[in-house]
């Protein structure tokens, strides 16, 4: 919203929120790993949760370095963006929603997909921010590997067999009782964005 603002009418306070912002998130950001950590719940389980979500955050990193000129942002979202398309995204080029990290190695311990149907399915609001983000992050560095990952969750999400053809996909595209399963309009405007 402050961006937003920002576009609008630029003043020097929508500024400074945006940069703090991505201060704040900078500090969830671990080398090590390359990834900002998403969660801090259910720490018995995870040691560093990474979620597909994160992608929408890399854009606030992008706009802070080029208003306050730190690169250090920018250079996060980057690494960030390429640690999930290695650790995040399956063959089939959809991606898991979790993926935990070990600390000292940087290393994959395991892959989730906490809110969607199960581990290996593809949750629908998974993959409109696997398709925002990789597509976002194209535009912000025209590394083409980002553009491609866009390119093929884009091509994963409408030729799915299960995507009604209003185009609004149902809450997981592997939810058991298609089509008696809810759809997710928040899924629909994020691939649409």
């Not at 606030?60 to 730190?70: N, R, T």
Request: aromatic content about 14%; hydrophobic content about 40%; proline content about 5%.
């Amino acid at each position: 919203s402050f961006g937003n603002a920002y576009k609008i009418m630029p003043n020097e306070h929508y500024k400074q929120v945006i940069v703090e912002a991505a201060e704040t998130l900078s500090q969830r950001y671990n080398p090590v790993v390359g990834s900002i950590r998403s969660w801090d719940f259910n720490k018995e389980t995870w040691e560093f949760p990474v979620i597909i979500d994160n992608m929408m955050n890399l854009e606030l990193l992008f706009e802070a370095s080029k208003l306050s000129g730190d690169t250090s942002f920018a250079h996060i979202a980057y690494t960030h963006a390429k640690t999930t398309l290695k650790n995040h995204i399956r063959e089939d080029f959809s991606s898991y929603h979790v993926v935990d990290y070990d600390t000292l190695t940087g290393e994959v311990n395991e892959n989730y997909t906490h809110q969607g149907f199960s581990r290996e399915s593809s949750w629908a609001r998974g993959q409109a921010w696997n398709l925002y983000g990789f597509a976002m992050t194209y535009r912000e560095t025209q590394d083409e590997a980002f553009l491609q990952q866009a390119k093929r969750i884009a091509a994963f999400i409408f030729d799915h067999p299960n995507l009604p053809k209003h185009g609004i996909p149902f809450w997981d595209f592997n939810a058991p009782k298609i089509p008696n399963e809810p759809l997710d309009a928040s899924a629909a405007a994020v691939i649409a964005c």
